[in-house]
């Protein structure tokens, strides 16, 4: 059962691309914060980044994703910048793709299956993190945001188009 209410009040102040898009960079957020690799449950050893390495795209991510949601605010008075969050989601997706790939294919030891660690000798498997996951679906969020955004101006059109004109003199 729907509630006509919030029907309208969501209808009303178009708050569907700013929730995708703040969802998006919370998402984000919490990507950059996890790491890319990880040692599998069970086995043990641990997994040292440079922080000098990804401190800088941590940042610039970030930053994508607040310009992703200003964006998708905007787009809401101004139809042509439902592509600024688009744009954003497309770069944070990539991003999220790109750092699987690099991550898979540049170990030394191979993505998901036993191997030996050299210097001890002890058995490891090294799987990925929740980053490149999170960082995909900031990216599809903040996209979908720029979607939405074009959207509430269709629907705005079709209003427009379908009422009655005005009697008043």
Known sequence: MKNKKIDRIVEAHSVGPILLS???LVAVIVGVQQGVLHVAPGYQGTINASEELFGRRKWLLTGAGAVGVVGAISSIRWKRLSVVPVA???IVFVEGLWTAILAATGLDYPLFTETTYRRSGDPVMFILGAEPFLLVAGGVLLAGAGIAGRRVHRNRQDEEKSSP????P
Do not use: A, K
């Open 88 to 90: 954003v989601g497309g």
């Open 165 to 168: 004109p005005s009697t008043s």
């Open 22 to 24: 703040v969802v998006g």
